[in-house]
């Protein structure tokens, strides 16, 4: 049924016009509007969006290299302060160092200084002690003398009254004592 | 009033002998079948002279105000974060870049003919689709002149992309000889490519839209007068048949809405590969 439809309508047509060949009219006014559109077109509208495209695509590569930028400062921010931090773990490690070893510098500096004065204390001691027992001996030597030159007058009489052999009985006897004292001594 | 049989079968073939009756009668009412008369509607204004302006001028006016309205506009308020109306500009404009022109010309040779190709496409697909859109009701690609204008417009764009690109002579050798065939057989050859590239090409481009313009109107038509026939005008034995056609009015604007934007995808498409054939080295 369509395509008598159709077969008869184009029959039909024959009056109006060939589908093919345009009329003068078809053409003039086809250029004016396809002209209108490609002028429109090539003007304003293609233009217009390629900006805005080319624009998107700056800002995307802009974006990426500031990215990109940002990254590698960070990167390098990173780094330093890795470093910075590695230096200064160094360097608390070696102030450490140092304190101690100063530290126990000090130490055995002020042991060695407590040593010398408990030395020096020791033997300004022993050296008084040495003095008073001298001065004792002295003291006893004269002392003992005369109370044993006493004594030995009173029991042995006149026979010693003689300077010299008085003298010489006590130095003997002193010596006697000495020596049996420093015997006990070595003996303790 | 002719008195309709009421046998179904009898009155399909009723049916379609009576309208050819009536449309060669040029009766008023009854059912008006599609013509090729639509294409060829009395003159506005200025009849007679050159710029006879009648219903199919009128239609691509009003599309071509819309296009280049809209583009224009959508172009002036393009932003770089595209909003609803301009990711569809946008879409339809990376469809040809990407879609057509890079696919067939390759990227680099691409960007001098992405505008042609645009604007092409864009003005063939707003000029069919005018063809389901209501009140304009008639592809402005329908009547020859206009796929005529086109088709002549990519036939001097590739010709001229071919002769800068190899020269004159160079263009033709390419052209007329191709390489690798024995030299008799450019007796036969020649000649076809000859036809081939100054005639057939374009000529192929404007008849195949435009062809598929007018029997795509006809059909429209014919389904849609149909029903109306059968709803308004036929006995009520016939009112089911008008279903039928709804059905099928329905389903072909949709189908011709998919013709529209096929046709301007391979017109586009051709212009492309002939700009290619033109412009490569060998082929």
């Known amino acids: ?188 | 009033m002719l008195r309709w049989p009421t046998h179904p079968q009898e009155s399909a073939l009723f049916t379609a002998a009576t309208t050819q009756l009536l449309a060669a009668s040029g009766g008023g009412g009854g059912f008006q079948p599609p013509s090729i008369s639509d294409f060829f509607p009395p003159p506005i204004l200025f009849a007679g002279t050159p710029f006879e302006f009648n219903r199919i001028q009128l239609v691509r006016l009003v599309v071509t105000v819309v296009v280049v309205t809209v583009f224009v506009v959508g172009a002036r308020r393009a932003k770089l974060v595209p909003g609803r109306g301009q990711n569809i500009l946008e879409l339809v404009l990376d469809f040809v870049r990407v879609n057509v022109a890079e696919e067939v010309l390759g990227t680099e040779k691409a960007k001098k003919y992405v505008p042609l190709l645009t604007t092409i496409f864009v003005a063939i697909l707003a000029l069919n689709i005018s063809g389901v859109v209501p009140l304009l009701n008639i592809a402005g690609t329908s009547v020859i002149g206009l796929p005529i204008v086109l088709a002549a417009w990519v036939f001097v764009m590739y010709l001229g992309a071919g002769i800068r690109a190899h020269g004159l002579g160079g263009f033709l050798r390419t052209s007329l000889f191709p390489p690798g065939v024995p030299p008799y057989m450019y007796v036969l050859l020649t000649p076809i490519e000859f036809l081939t590239v100054f005639v057939i090409r374009p000529a192929t481009l404007a008849i195949r839209l435009v062809a598929n313009m007018i029997s795509g109107h006809l059909m429209l038509v014919l389904v849609i007068s149909a029903t109306e026939f059968f709803l308004v005008e036929a006995g009520p034995s016939l009112k089911a048949y008008g279903l039928v056609t709804f059905g099928a009015a329905l389903a072909l604007t949709l189908f011709e809405a998919f013709i529209a934007a096929l046709q301007a995808y391979i017109f586009v498409v051709l212009a492309a590969v002939y700009l290619n054939l033109s412009i490569q080295e060998e082929h």
Do not use: C
């Open chain 1, 1 to 188: 049924m369509i395509a008598t439809v159709l077969t008869g309508t184009v029959l039909a047509a024959e009056g109006s016009g060939n589908i093919l060949v345009p009329a003068g009219s078809e053409i003039v006014w086809s250029t004016i509007f396809v002209a209108i559109i490609a002028f429109a077109f090539y003007r304003y509208a293609l233009p217009g969006f390629q900006k805005v495209l080319d624009e998107r695509t700056a800002r995307i590569e802009g974006g990426i290299a500031k990215a990109d930028s940002v990254q590698a400062e960070a990167d390098a921010a990173l780094a330093r302060y890795t470093k910075e931090l590695n230096e200064a773990r160094a360097e608390a490690a070696h102030i450490r160092e140092e304190a101690r070893i100063e530290g126990n510098a000090i130490v055995a500096d002020l042991r060695a200084k407590a040593q010398e004065e408990a030395n020096r204390i020791l033997e300004t001691g022993l050296r008084q002690i040495e003095a008073e027992r001298q001065q004792v001996m002295v003291t006893l030597r004269a002392d003992v003398g005369v109370l044993a030159t006493q004594l030995a007058s009173k029991i042995v009489g006149e026979s010693l009254d003689d300077e010299v052999r008085q003298s010489r009985v006590v130095d003997r006897f002193l010596d006697e004592l000495e020596a049996s004292t420093a015997v006990s001594i070595k003996g303790k």
